[in-house]
């Protein structure tokens, strides 16, 4: 009775844990975009949308770090990192627009060429899900190992 | 296993602060790069070409220096071909320098009379296309362009030669006065001189010439006096020819039949 009180209060104590590890670095992770933001803020004016595009980015983010840092010490873990790499990855391809970015003022069209960022951020990204494959296999590799009595 | 996955994400998050850090920074850099475009000022060169000399300075307080900077114009007629074009090129601007260029755009005004005498006579619209490029810390590659239309105005607007005045001159010579007038809707005073061949039936019976100037927006009226032999003159085939010579182009002939 007493083994099962202790198994229950240890899950509890570990699922709080988890909760407030991963509240900490969402709200780390929100108030870096805080700063952020505010240097970016000459580029908003002149983008429209692009405040919208960078709250949606971060929106995403933070929830797929939130539920990878909640399912901690499962698989899941790697697969919702995992698919937070492929999310950086496609949305930046998307909003980039392949690298090309190109607005339209009046009679005045401005195209910026970052396809030198979107190779590093892809091959950034690549690494990151490198890193969550890496990760699954030595988990499961972990797990298959047979544990010493 | 693990330590290698732990320098792998070490090492990931380090490459992604300085990726983001770095494109803030030249994302920031923009509005701290000034550009100062002065009054175009038009003069001419040794091949008798207007040139068109606009100063462009630019003022790099960014973080970063500034690659490939470009002003490309481009002057284009209404259906699309290309007069005239120019370019400026700065390698490198560094920060917290200042570079001051001269933008040239070179028009020879009589090639364009040959590619289409209409310039002369006709006021027309002109395409203009203007680009300016830099690479931002020399990495990305920024473009702004843009076009618009200006009016072309013909330096001998509304060309008109008059009657003819045939008046003694003396025993064997008739003096001609050949009335001109004109409109100078061109961008330059016009200087310059017109002259006049008379012709009769193929053979060239008297040549006279003046000297013009017309301002910018104002209306010429003047005379060309030629004078003839008594006897050469049949006015029922006389022609002109009229020539322009000025600094800024020479035209003609341009043939007038009369009578």
């Keep these: ?149 | 296993m693990n330590i290698s996955i732990r320098m792998i994400g070490i090492a990931t998050t380090i490459f992604w602060i300085f990726l983001i850090l770095f494109t803030i920074t030249a994302a920031y850099s923009v509005k701290d790069i000034q550009f100062h475009f002065g009054d175009p000022q038009t003069s001419m060169n040794a091949h008798n070409q207007v040139v068109f000399s606009m100063p462009i300075s630019i003022v790099n307080r960014g973080y970063y220096d500034v690659g490939h900077f470009n002003v490309t114009s481009r002057i284009a007629s209404e259906d699309g071909s290309e007069i005239t074009r120019g370019s400026t090129f700065i390698p490198v601007i560094r920060k917290d320098e200042l570079v001051t260029a001269y933008h040239n755009l070179t028009l020879d005004i009589n090639d364009l009379l040959e590619s289409d005498a209409n310039y002369l006579f006709n006021d027309t619209n002109l395409r203009i296309y203007e680009s300016v490029g830099l690479w931002l810390a020399q990495v990305i590659p920024v473009q702004a362009s843009t076009n618009f239309t200006i009016q072309w105005g013909a330096p001998l607007y509304n060309f008109t030669i008059g009657q003819p005045q045939f008046s003694v001159y003396n025993m064997t010579h008739s003096r001609v006065a050949v009335p001109i007038s004109f409109e100078n809707h061109a961008f330059f005073d016009l200087t310059g001189t017109i002259q006049v061949r008379m012709f009769s039936g193929g053979t060239q019976i008297g040549e006279g010439q003046t000297n013009v100037e017309a301002l910018q927006n104002s209306r010429y009226d003047g005379n060309v006096d030629l004078y003839v032999s008594n006897t050469l003159v049949d006015l029922s085939n006389v022609r002109f020819e009229v020539y322009f010579l000025s600094p800024f182009f020479n035209y003609g002939p341009w043939v007038i039949p009369y009578g």
């Design chain 1, 1 to 149: 009775m007493d083994e099962k009180g202790d198994d229950s209060r240890r899950k509890i104590r570990r699922i709080v844990f988890l909760a407030l590890k991963a509240t900490i670095k969402a709200t780390i992770f929100y108030v870096i975009y805080f700063i952020v933001s505010g240097f970016l803020a000459p580029v908003s004016e002149l983008i429209p949308g692009f405040q919208q595009m960078i709250e949606a980015f971060v929106m995403v983010y933070i929830v797929l770090m939130i539920i990878s840092d909640l399912t901690s010490g499962t698989i899941y873990q790697h697969f919702f990192n995992a698919a937070k790499a492929l999310f950086v990855m496609a949305y930046l391809i998307l909003s980039l627009n392949g690298g090309l970015f190109g607005v339209t003022f009046e009679n005045v069209s401005l195209l910026v060429d970052l396809r030198v960022f979107l190779v590093v951020a892809m091959l950034l990204s690549l690494l990151g899900l490198a890193k969550s494959v890496l990760q699954a296999i030595n988990y499961m590799s972990e797990k298959a190992e047979p544990k010493l009595l």
